[in-house]
């Protein structure tokens, strides 16, 4: 009877141990301050970490937010290759970091540096909390806490800091609807999500990892890491991002595959339904197009010898007909920068709001030796296009 009593309890253990790189509830209680539970005045805290998947064992602590300070009062670790974690939490405001790696939805391959995420949740006492920890929810994290420490409430923080992101990445994306908080997005449709939601969701978290991806072979040790925090301090700062990671942002949404992207996250979120980015990527692709058919004329003719700009027109300006296909844009401007340095450092000409498709100045005020000029649309929802650019000779 004792060998049958063990033979069972192997085969119990065994059974368990088998399931360790499954998924499991985000409703489970497990975890937790020392295996405490639901005693006391806890209740527990549940959800996933996405930057692409976290991997299994990797780190989150929740810090209780008072004021200035912070102080970690739980730490659990991820369960399984799926990013899910669960563990039991005072009430109160709570920011939950992720500190692993994980699954890079476009190489399909699992990230080499740890990265950490960030979300921050005010706990409600009674009610079980399930959240998603992503990279939308780093980007603002910072933010709606500087707003609550100024006296807002949590509810109006978070919409304001996330409303913050999206005006800062609309220089991308332009303006793409979402209906709920970041902290309830995740990368596939999960019960309880909105399918939209999540399509921004992993289309930003595909976007900030092809971008990284490509950056990395120019400049080795750029991160994902270096990329967050580049721009969670223009989200804090209120400040457009820089014009070199907006480059690399904009280059890196030409080269998503939808379909490839959907079939790596289907391959390790075994049963779920990935979020349909590639409505996203059509969404986002058509305003990064820059100003076409960019040509350049000096007209000799004029008295005040003039250097002529023509864009977005079939006509080239050293043809006449280009005339007739000058107009004045709606819906979007353009902003033009004339240089004598190819790097646009200190443009002779700056402007922007201009919404003609046609520019002309005099050479007087370009000087003389080659000049670079180059233009792009700035769309009313915020989307910049990529830049137009040519060089002429002055004279």
């Not at 996933?48 to 670790?77: C, H, M, N, R, W």
């Not at 399909?108 to 706990?123: C, E, G, I, P, Q």
């Not at 006509?315 to 280009?322: D, G, M, Q, R, W």
């Not at 007087?364 to 233009?375: I, K, M």
């Amino acid at each position: 009877m004792k060998n049958t009593t063990k033979l069972a309890l192997f085969i119990l253990i065994a059974l368990l141990l088998s399931c360790g790189g499954e998924s499991f509830s985000v409703s489970s209680n497990d975890g937790g301050i020392s295996g405490t539970g639901n005693g006391g005045s806890k209740s527990s805290l549940t959800g996933s970490a996405y930057k692409g998947p976290f991997i299994q064992d990797s780190e989150v602590d929740v810090l209780k937010i008072e004021g200035d300070t912070s102080s970690v009062v739980a730490s659990s670790q991820v369960r399984a290759n799926l990013g899910d974690f669960s563990l039991e939490v005072e009430p109160g405001l709570l920011s939950v970091a992720t500190t692993g790696r994980y699954y890079d939805e476009t190489e399909a391959t699992y990230s080499n540096d740890d990265v950490t995420l960030k979300a921050l949740v005010n706990k409600d006492p009674e009610q079980q909390a399930n959240i998603f920890v992503n990279a939308l929810t780093l980007l603002s994290h910072d933010y709606a806490v500087e707003l609550i420490n100024l006296g807002s409430s949590y509810e109006q923080a978070t919409l304001e800091a996330d409303s913050r992101v999206k005006n800062v990445l609309a220089a991308v994306t332009g303006d793409i609807p979402t209906s709920q908080p970041f902290i309830n997005m995740s990368i596939s449709n999960r019960a309880g999500t909105t399918p939209e939601d999540n399509a921004y969701a992993l289309y930003i978290s595909s976007l900030f990892s092809e971008a990284v991806n490509e950056r990395r072979i120019e400049e080795p040790h750029y991160t994902m890491n270096t990329l967050l925090s580049t721009l969670r301090a223009d989200v804090l700062n209120n400040d457009a991002i820089d014009e070199i990671t907006l480059l690399s942002l904009q280059e890196a949404n030409g080269r998503l595959d939808a379909a490839s992207i959907q079939q790596n996250l289907e391959a390790v979120l075994i049963g779920e339904t990935i979020a349909d980015i590639g409505s996203v990527i059509e969404a986002v692709s058509p305003g990064l197009i820059s100003p076409s058919n960019l040509s350049t004329f000096t007209d000799t003719t004029n008295p005040s010898f003039s250097q002529r700009f023509c864009f977005d027109m079939e006509a080239v300006c050293s043809n006449p007909e280009h005339k007739a296909e000058i107009i004045t844009v709606s819906g979007f401007s353009y902003e033009l920068q004339i240089d004598d340095n190819a790097d646009f450092s200190s443009p002779i000409v700056d402007l922007a709001g201009w919404q003609r498709n046609y520019y002309d100045i005099e050479h007087a005020s370009l000087g003389s030796g080659t000049r670079y000029f180059r233009v792009r649309k700035s769309y009313d929802d915020g989307q910049l296009s990529l830049w137009a650019q040519t060089n002429f000779v002055v004279p």
